[in-house]
């Protein structure tokens, strides 16, 4: 099976910064273009409630970066951004989190070791596991790096 041959695709929270708020213009081109492609071939496009927060930070952190302030996810400016991220994306999206979750965690745990992900890194892989997703769009190198041992497909935004 090849990357072409997927037919899910897990998003990482990289991917939904970069899609909404990249620094970078070309890392934010290159990110919607990937979501309109996937649309457009009718992938469907998973993520987790654990992306939805580490993407909220992020977006927080660029936000205040850009405007050269230090706001926090809750005041009014910042808040925004997120609920219009939110409510952009949501719609588009299934998500999806353990089907056990007491094994879920253990499969984690495993994966910190077995792959030498970071411990956020290896609840993604655990869930897109328990849910059947062996692709994932992201720029973390760990994911990139190591996707044949972990059996896996990655979509990079580099």
């Known amino acids: 099976m090849n990357i072409e041959d997927q037919k899910e695709i897990y998003l990482d929270a990289n991917f939904l910064v970069y899609w909404f708020i990249s620094k970078e213009p070309e890392l934010k081109k290159r990110a919607r273009l990937l979501l309109v492609s996937f649309l457009t071939t009718k992938k469907g ?55 056990d979750v007491r094994n879920g965690i253990v499969e984690a745990l495993n994966y910190t070791k077995v792959f030498g992900l970071k411990p956020r890194d290896a609840f993604h892989l655990a869930i897109m596991r328990h849910n059947n997703i062996t692709m994932i769009a992201t720029d973390d190198g760990d994911f990139i790096e190591k996707q044949a041992s972990m059996d896996i497909f990655v979509q990079s935004m580099l």
Do not use: M
């Not at 952190?61 to 925004?80: A, D, M, R």
């Open 45 to 99: 496009l998973y993520s987790s409630a654990l992306a939805f927060d580490e993407a909220w930070w992020g977006i927080k952190n660029e936000y205040n970066h850009q405007k050269g302030v230090k706001l926090s996810c809750s005041n009014e400016l910042v808040f925004k951004e997120l609920e219009r991220f939110t409510n952009l994306i949501l719609p588009k999206l299934n998500l999806i989190q353990f089907l």
